[in-house]
């Protein structure tokens, strides 16, 4: 009884730990990049990539942090 309880915490909690980064990743995406060249607002056009309307595309820190 004990122990079936005890993996059930443990694998869900594992499983929380997951989605949590997964969810701060993608939260990190959809945010607005600001430009580092001018600190504009820039739009995402691709995963890590972002369009600045001054300077044109440059990559975000999304998958290189
Ligand atoms: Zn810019």
Request: charged fraction near 35%; glycine fraction near 10%.
């Amino acid at each position: 009884m004990t122990g079936d309880s005890k993996s059930r915490l443990r694998s869900s909690r594992y499983g929380r730990k997951i989605r949590t980064r997964v969810a701060k990743i993608e939260e990190k995406q959809r945010a607005p990049q600001i430009c580092p060249k001018c600190g504009r607002e820039a739009k995402r056009v691709a995963p890590g990539v972002y369009e600045c309307p001054r300077c044109g595309k440059f990559t975000g820190g999304a998958y290189f942090v």
